[in-house]
């Protein structure tokens, strides 16, 4: 459908694996400065990890008028 996929991973040494995914990128989600530089790039985000998270780099990725979809907690 043309969708260029994002992944984050807290994991460098799984680039490869997420890249044979079907990944087009992938940022460590632990570094504050690769997360500033995604401000305002993303349409829509989709969590699928069950872990607490400092949502506030996410939403400043962003663009305006972009949705979030955070996983279901059990």
């Not at 996929?5 to 087009?24: H, Y």
């Not at 985000?45 to 400092?54: A, E, M, P």
Request: charged letters at 20%; one cysteine or more; aromatic letters at 6%.
């Amino acid at each position: 459908m043309g969708a260029e996929v994002t992944a984050f991973s807290s994991n460098p040494s799984k680039e490869q694996e997420v890249r044979a995914m079907g990944a087009d990128h992938v940022v460590n989600s632990r570094s504050p400065e690769a997360l500033k530089e995604l401000a305002g790039q993303f349409d829509l985000i989709i969590n699928t990890v069950n872990v607490d998270l400092n949502w506030q780099p996410y939403f400043e990725a962003l663009a305006s008028a972009a949705t979030s979809i955070p996983s279901a907690r059990c």
